[in-house]
């Protein structure tokens, strides 16, 4: 199983990015999906997730939004009005189930990660 994720960069306050990930060698619609991220000297956090439908950490909501697309196995993650706080490593995971969940320990498969820094 590999998770690759892409997208990642340095983006001005108040601005966009679209990470994306691309899997093999799951049979993508019997897991969901999520996305993390890690600050320095943090833990690892949820930030959304996606079964049959999408889920979010308050500090996302409304500015993220999650999605899937099973015919290219490919997850996204579009993330607008980007804050200096929004400053992670971002991981694409799939879950150890089908629903999803908050749960770090609940993802089985991750990938290596994309760095997104937001500036001033």
């Known amino acids: 199983v590999q998770l690759v994720e892409s997208g990642g960069g340095l983006v001005q306050a108040g601005g966009s990015l679209r990470l994306s990930c691309a899997h093999s060698?799951?049979?993508?619609?019997?897991?969901?999906m999520g996305w993390l991220r890690q600050a320095p000297g943090k833990e690892r956090e949820f930030v959304a997730g996606?079964?049959?439908?999408?889920y979010y950490a308050d500090s996302v909501k409304g500015r993220f939004t999650i999605s899937r697309d099973n015919a290219k196995n490919t997850v996204y993650l579009q993330m607008n009005n980007l804050k200096l706080e929004d400053t992670a490593v971002y991981f694409c995971?799939?879950?150890?189930?089908?629903?999803?969940?908050?749960?770090?320990?609940?993802?089985?498969?991750w990938g290596q990660g994309t760095q997104v820094t937001v500036s001033s």
């Open positions: 996606i079964d049959r439908t999408t």
């Open positions: 995971a799939a879950a150890n189930q089908p629903w999803a969940t908050s749960r770090r320990i609940e993802y089985r498969y």
């Open positions: 060698g799951l049979i993508f619609s019997n897991y969901a």
